[in-house]
């Protein structure tokens, strides 16, 4: 009988020796249960297949089919990935329902004797606990915003914090953008699903009864959307803005932008939508300053023409009150080591709700 799984926690202390998805691989791509391995039943061609079967011929004929691939995979599945499991190995399946996927792959693991169980509801099952999560219910977590201008390392801060035992949410790694207009990452960034999950797990990871510290964002990442629970609860948190002087800023932003920054061409296609904001002149500026090869005097325009007037005026906000202020006077490894301190003992004067 399936198992049913009544929260996000329940599921991801489900105690199984692995999790199978046995969805397509762009199933599995755009989102999964993490720690799962995908052992397709029915592959990316296969699945579209079957599907074209089902709607212009009959559904008969295509589970006749689809049984047939399912077996064939199964047994290959069999004789490669799982061939040394031991016999009490404890498997857990799902595909995207908690269906016939998930269903006949189970009972031939089940024939050989090892103890398979497949997720009642599958995969939409976990998908509605992690929306549950995220879109209906207030966080627990006690937020605190890690703000202040960009170039003030406030994401390179966060490792430092985490190695002094502070709770922390990276949101722009699990989002894989670093959140300004030159922050794609070459992999891109996941699909919102995936996005989702990543980010719900790492919550439940956390203690809620102490502080978490989560980079102040707006309320996208790139292409993806902060769930509206993190939303709200981040516009009300306490803030801690980090200052630095605007010539470390510039040589910060010019050494960590520096692969996008030299290259002129992908500068000038990532800047083209700030034409109608800053204007041709000062957008060829950037670009030529580029073309030279003077990345800090380029970091320090762009600091000047666009993302501190941003900032200022993202900040124009009743609800964006200043809780503590640090000066950080050097954006170098010794200047982030004490300016992790400062932020320790500022979250220490810190009265959270």
């Known amino acids: 009988m399936p198992v049913n799984f009544p929260t996000l926690s329940v599921l991801l202390a489900h105690g ?11 199933e599995f791509a755009e989102d999964h249960i993490p720690g799962a391995i995908n052992l397709p039943a029915l592959d990316n061609d296969q699945r579209a297949e079957v599907g074209t079967v089902y709607k212009q011929v009959s559904p008969f004929d ?11 995979n199964v047994a290959s599945h069999i004789e490669g990935p799982l061939a040394d499991k031991h016999g009490g190995w404890r498997p857990l399946l ?10 006949v792959f189970g009972s031939l693991l089940k024939e050989i004797g090892w103890r398979a169980e497949t997720i009642a509801g599958g995969y939409q099952s ?7 999560t995220l879109y209906d219910l207030p966080l627990p977590h006690k937020f605190v915003l890690l703000d202040g201008y960009t170039g003030t390392a406030k994401t390179a801060l966060l490792p430092y914090l985490a190695a002094r035992g502070v709770q922390i949410i990276d949101l722009e790694e699990l989002a894989q953008h670093r959140g300004s207009l030159l922050g794609a990452m070459p992999d891109g960034q996941p699909a ?5 999950t990543v980010l719900a797990v790492a919550l439940h990871s956390l203690d809620p009864d102490q502080p978490v510290i989560v980079e102040a964002e707006s309320s996208k990442i790139g292409k993806l959307v902060l769930p ?21 800023r510039a040589a910060y932003l010019a050494k960590a932008y520096a692969e996008v920054l030299a290259d002129s061409e992908k500068l ?63 954006l170098g490894e ?9 932020i320790v003992k500022a979250l220490g004067r810190i009265t959270l709700q």
């Open 16 to 26: 199984f020796d692995d999790v199978i998805d046995v969805r397509s691989p762009a």
């Open 192 to 196: 919102q699903k995936g996005f989702e």
């Open 62 to 72: 295509a589970r006749k089919i689809g049984a047939g691939m399912v077996i064939r």
């Open 268 to 330: 000038a296609q990532r800047l083209a939508p700030l034409r109608r904001v800053r204007g041709n002149s000062i957008v060829d500026h950037w670009i030529k300053l580029s073309a030279e090869g003077a990345l800090v005097d380029l970091s320090a325009a762009l600091i000047t023409d666009h993302y501190d007037p941003a900032y200022d005026k993202s900040r124009h906000r009743p609800q964006d009150g200043t809780t503590e202020r640090i000066m950080s006077d050097h």
């Open 228 to 248: 509206p629970s993190l939303w709200q609860a981040m516009q009300v948190a306490p803030r801690i803005v980090v200052d630095a002087p605007r010539a470390e």
């Open 334 to 342: 010794d200047g982030l080591e004490r300016t992790a301190d400062a």
């Open 126 to 132: 976990f998908r509605r606990l992690v929306h549950h």
């Open 94 to 103: 799902y595909c995207w329902r908690g269906g016939q996927r998930s269903g």
